[in-house]
């Protein structure tokens, strides 16, 4: 856990926030189960929580839900922040997330930390995310452009 220790309950109730994401679309299921164990360790620990979902690359720093999470966070009106592993966050750039939490003094609970992956595969790691980025963002431009060539020539079609 990183942050502040939880407040008192004579403090202002605040709520957790449980943050989900999936890269795609393809990954509904994984995201479903995901929302399904945060929504139960919420509910196990007796908190208030509300639920974020994403759906995007974690180099992705303009979705949604993520931009709206900083925005509570910087706003004090997040008592926790509950994650299932720290890259459904960010893939880069967590850490950066987690002191804005303690600043604010919102909790930071990660569900599945597991054992600290080597230098070597935390390295292969990002390396397969940013290629997968990359890749998807190619082969969706051209399946783009394809998509507007073959509508220009059914067009072309029946005007003849």
Not at 46 to 70: A, C, F, M, P
Not at 81 to 97: A, Y
Request: charged residues 25%; negative net charge; contains cysteine.
């Amino acid at each position: 856990m990183y942050g502040i220790p939880p407040r008192t309950k004579n403090e202002c109730a605040r709520p957790t926030i449980a943050y989900a994401r999936v890269y795609s679309y393809d990954q509904e299921s994984d995201l479903v189960r995901q929302v399904a164990l945060l929504e139960s360790f919420c509910a196990a620990n007796g908190w208030t929580y509300e639920v974020v979902q994403d759906l995007g690359s974690g180099l992705n720093y303009h979705k949604k839900g993520l931009r709206l999470l900083i925005k509570r966070i910087c706003q004090g009106e997040i008592e926790r922040l509950v994650i299932t592993h720290k890259d459904r966050l960010l893939r880069f750039g967590s850490e950066l997330v987690f002191s804005l939490c303690e600043a604010f003094e919102t909790e930071v609970v990660i569900i599945n930390q597991g054992e600290t992956p080597s230098i070597e595969e935390e390295l292969a790691q990002d390396v397969l995310e940013i290629i997968t980025v990359f890749s998807a963002r190619l082969y969706g431009s051209r399946s783009h452009k394809t998509q507007k060539l073959t509508e220009a020539l059914q067009a072309a079609a029946k005007d003849l």
